[in-house]
């Protein structure tokens, strides 16, 4: 292998490669390109799975044997890293297998230990700091409706978590215009914003308050996630007290534009993070966001795999 190419963050991308995918993604959506023989044929993704997934694991699976590939699903129980074999012996050794590994874990040093060892693409499904691929889909979702991102505004609604963190510097790399609403206390990263702050057009254009009024007013579209990820249970009821206030719901929405839509990367708690009116309303678009998960990660492990072949 060689230039061997790697998906971890959004900027392990560059501005131009984004939109290709973007473009190329949606050709895979309208059926203009098609899988078959064609860059995975005869080419076997590790798919390693150590939290649980619907969206994330089915998705894959699909956009592999779409590109004419075979999928190999792992769990973290079945793999000697249950017994403590290092992540480098591991990605040594599938590297020796297969042609690509795709990893959804914990620690996002993880994943950058299994990329810096492997001599195939890694592509980050998820750790608790990044979920670059829902960050593309989200991406694919918004231009569907607007193809400018200059005149989009994004309000993300809720904690500065690992879709939050790829939200922000998905929109610094388009130029899109993002403002985050969260508790005191739940802020995104510093190192996140800083980064933001440095590929951004327009700098300005990436705030972040601790009201969610302000955050949503003038929104184009409204997004939010779980108050509460996976590992976080035991902060479940201070969490929910804090977060009151921050949901998605009709009045939240009316302080978006007339048009505005809702997004969510589910699993999505109604009642919580978003009120069931506007979950299921004509407003929302979060069946479109998971359905392009699909389509935005079938153009990423073809990019990623014709690159490093």
């Known amino acids: 292998m060689h230039n061997k190419r790697d998906f971890l963050t959004i900027p392990d991308l560059d501005a131009l490669e984004v939109i290709d995918l973007l473009d190329k993604a949606a050709d895979y959506k309208a ?20 939290k649980p997934s619907t969206r994330t694991r089915v998705s894959f699976d699909v956009a592999i044997n779409k590109l004419g590939g075979h999928s190999l699903a792992l769990s973290g129980a079945e793999l000697q890293l249950g017994r403590g074999e290092t992540i480098e012996d591991t990605s040594r050794v599938l ?8 990893i959804r874990t914990d620690e996002h040093d993880e994943v950058a230990r299994l990329a810096a060892s492997a001599s195939v693409p890694v592509v980050n499904a ?33 904690d500065g978590n690992n879709v939050c ?56 579209f409204l997004y939010t996630d779980v108050w509460t990820s996976m590992g976080q249970d035991d902060e479940s009821r201070e969490r929910h007290e804090r977060f009151a206030g921050f949901q998605i719901d009709t009045a939240l929405l ?24 506007v979950m299921d309303g004509p407003r929302s678009i979060v069946f479109d966001q998971a359905e392009n998960r699909l389509h935005a990660q079938t153009a990423l492990l073809a990019f990623l795999v014709e690159a490093s072949s």
């Not at 989009?152 to 609604?157: E, Q, T, W």
């Open 95 to 102: 590297s020796r297998y297969v042609d690509a590994i795709v």
């Open 31 to 50: 059926g203009r390109v098609r899988g078959g023989a064609g860059p995975l044929a005869d080419k076997t993704v590790a798919l390693i799975f150590k």
């Open 165 to 220: 963190h790829s939200l922000i510097l998905a929109a610094a790399m388009v130029d899109m215009e993002i403002a985050i609403g969260c508790p005191k206390g739940y802020e995104p990263s510093r190192a996140v914003l800083t980064t933001a702050v440095e590929l951004a057009k327009r700098p300005e254009s990436i705030t972040v308050t601790d009201d969610p009024a302000q955050a949503a007013a003038g929104a184009d």
């Open 126 to 158: 998820l750790t608790d700091d990044f979920h670059p691929c829902q960050a593309l889909a989200d991406l694919l979702t918004i231009r569907e409706r607007q193809a400018d991102f200059s005149k989009v505004r994004l309000a993300y609604i809720g």
């Open 254 to 277: 009316g302080r978006a534009k007339d048009d505005a839509l809702v997004m969510h990367c589910l699993p999505a708690y109604r009642g919580e993070e978003i009120s069931a009116e």
